[in-house]
């Protein structure tokens, strides 16, 4: 089994910053996909980012060149820096990691991006 743990959400002004960050723990394969998904109230969960265990980053449309997805693989954790919040990022932001054929979720965090 996997564990997903995160943090950082929470409410800030537009054009303000915050980071997530989701810590994996349990049975954990070095080859892996992690990133996260936000879902607003009454719409589906969207992809926000992607990092691969290889490094390489995939993002929404909506959120490049404003939010950058890292990981530490030391500390099994990946993060996801959010600058230049718009309204429209508000959502509650799961963490994912797919590995040997599984997919597992965090609880999600909330952001909300309003003055």
């Known amino acids: 089994q996997v564990q997903l743990v995160e943090s950082g959400g929470g409410l800030v002004q537009p054009g303000g910053s915050l980071r997530l960050s989701c810590a994996a723990s349990?049975?954990?394969?070095?080859?892996?996909?992690m990133g996260w998904y936000r879902q607003a109230p009454g719409k589906q969960r969207d992809l926000v980012a992607t990092?691969?265990?290889?490094?390489?980053?995939n993002y929404a449309d909506s959120v490049k060149g404003r939010f950058t997805i890292s990981a530490d693989t030391a500390k099994n954790t990946v993060y996801l820096q959010m600058d230049s919040l718009k309204p429209e990022d508000t959502a509650v932001y799961y963490c994912?990691?797919?590995?040997?054929?599984?997919?597992?979720w965090g609880q999600g965090t909330q952001v909300t991006v309003s003055s």
């Open positions: 349990g049975r954990l394969f070095s080859i892996y996909n």
């Open positions: 994912y990691r797919s590995q040997d054929g599984g997919s597992y």
């Open positions: 990092i691969t265990y290889y490094s390489s980053r």
